[in-house]
């Protein structure tokens, strides 16, 4: 059964970082685009990043272009999101999509 667990989140300063991680098991991970969506508090679901199954081809919303980057470990089926300059905008619930497969989700609160 493939599960998707995200982890990494935490309270921060504006202007800190956070390394957020997706483990994936299953052997769908190696063949999968994968993707980033956060939830604010009251908001909807919000597109963040995505990395195709080569890891060559990355695109992110304009919010946190230049910030957040995203990579991944296929012999560890992981995916990393690293975030930068925080915000307290970024402000949410991280999750992590495989094909439609989400995780809990990892909470990153921004706040001085």
């Known amino acids: 059964q493939v599960q998707v667990v995200e982890s990494g989140g935490g309270l921060v300063q504006p202007g800190g970082s956070l390394r957020l991680s997706c483990t994936v098991s299953?052997?769908?991970?190696?063949?999968?685009?994968i993707r980033w969506f956060r939830q604010a508090p009251g908001k909807e679901h919000e597109f963040v990043a995505r990395?195709?199954?080569?890891?060559?081809?990355?695109a992110y919303t304009d919010s946190v272009k230049g910030r957040f980057t995203i990579s991944r470990d296929d012999a560890k089926n992981m995916v990393y999101l690293d975030l930068t300059s925080l915000k307290p905008e970024d402000t949410a619930v991280y999750y992590c999509?495989?094909?439609?497969?989400w995780g809990q989700g990892t909470r990153v609160t921004v706040s001085s």
């Open positions: 999509d495989l094909n439609g497969l």
């Open positions: 299953g052997s769908t991970f190696r063949r999968s685009n």
């Open positions: 990395i195709n199954w080569t890891g060559d081809i990355t």
